[in-house]
Nanobody
Framework: QVQLVESGGGLVQVGGSLRLSCAYSGGIFSINAMGWYRQAPGKQRELVASIISGGSTDYADSVKGRFAISRDNAKNTVYLQMNSLKPEDTAVYYC?????????WGQGTQVTVSS
């Protein structure tokens, strides 16, 4: 059974940093892409950052230059380094893995940026 477990969320002041981690297990045969999404209260879930199997990354315009996605294949973990955090970054952050037409999701981790 595939499991994705996020960690690293919390409360941080404006301008601060957090690093989210997503450890996955369960033997996903082939990963096409990994990503971080977020959902703020009353808003739709949005893609924040993604990394494909070849290593290329992509970011939402709102986080470019501040966030960085990376992966450690040996640890089966994907990370999201978040710097210069803003109040509008406050949301529940979800890890996603896309594999052969299937999507796997973590349970989410809350990030709150206080001003």
């Amino acid at each position: 059974q595939v499991q994705l477990v996020e960690s690293g969320g919390g409360l941080v002041q404006v301008g601060g940093s957090l690093r989210l981690s997503c450890a996955y297990s369960g033997g996903i045969f082939s990963i096409n892409a990994m990503g971080w999404y977020r959902q703020a209260p009353g808003k739709q879930r949005e893609l924040v950052a993604s990394i494909i199997s070849g290593g290329s990354t992509d970011y939402a315009d709102s986080v470019k230059g501040r966030f960085a996605i990376s992966r450690d294949n040996a640890k089966n973990t994907v990370y999201l380094q978040m710097n210069s955090l803003k109040p509008e970054d406050t949301a529940v952050y979800y890890c996603n893995i896309a594999s052969w037409g299937r999507d796997y999701w973590g349970q989410g981790t809350q990030v709150t940026v206080s001003s």
